[in-house]
């Protein structure tokens, strides 16, 4: 039987809907969490980064409005530090990489399916 994992989405946008239905057609258990009604703490994001093996950069949504606006890419080449970037993330959902799917051992970051069906499958 599937594990049930942790499926934070942004219910408008089309990739975690997407993403849902993929879930819901492999018969995958989920909790689901609001990204911005329920954003994510920095101390969960830190587990996360911890657990994914990925780094911070990729847990930004580089094609939203909001990294644009925060001159997030010039920040990157400037050093903003690990902490500063948590906060960032922890204070604005908007900023968050979506679909996140959070398991014991895995965290997932976007809807990429062959790793989806890799990990989840």
Known sequence: MA?????????????CRKAKKWLDEQGIAYTDR?????????????AWIATSGLPIRRFFNTSGMKYRELGMKDRFAAGITEDECLELLSHDGMLVKRPLVVGDDFVLVGFKQAEWEQRLG
């Open 3 to 15: 594990q049930d994992v942790l499926f934070i989405e942004y219910p408008k946008c089309s990739t």
């Open 34 to 46: 609001h990204i911005v009604e329920n954003n994510p703490s920095a101390d969960e994001l830190r």
